[in-house]
């Protein structure tokens, strides 16, 4: 974690943060059905599952392809910046792939989603747990 102050890109770094684990019944939040799959930025609102305050979420992701030229991308809601997504290119048949992802959030608890039309037999993701500035 970077020492408290100001990093030399005028980012501001809190004091101090708070990890929070979801814990209990952790399903997937999202499953095949629940994507559009277009490869354009899509909003997915966590202020459901995030605390108050969140500033960083981390997401587990399962793809099962059944085709190449997978791109499964991760961003903060509004974010311009291509170095500011996280993601995850998979360019091999019939895979399994396990990714996790650790993406900022707006102060509404939002972020975007971007993934490729491939063929996919599954995509599911959970939300494991958030980053809380205290």
Request: glycine share 8%.
């Amino acid at each position: 974690m970077w020492a408290s102050g100001v990093k030399s890109a005028g980012a501001v770094v809190p004091t101090s943060s708070l990890w929070v684990q979801r814990t209990g019944d952790v399903d997937y939040d999202k499953a095949i059905g629940d994507w559009t799959r277009d490869g354009a930025w899509h909003d997915w609102d966590l202020s459901s599952i995030l605390p108050v305050g969140a500033k960083k979420v981390q997401i587990f992701v399962r793809a099962v392809t059944s085709g190449a030229d997978i791109l499964i991308s991760f961003q903060k809601k509004g974010e311009t910046g291509a170095v500011s997504s996280q993601q995850r290119y998979i360019d091999t048949n019939h895979t399994d792939c396990y990714f996790g992802y650790m993406v900022d959030v707006d102060a509404n608890r939002e972020i975007q989603y971007r993934v490729s039309a491939g063929a996919m037999t599954n995509l599911w993701a959970a939300i494991q747990g958030s980053f809380v500035e205290v």
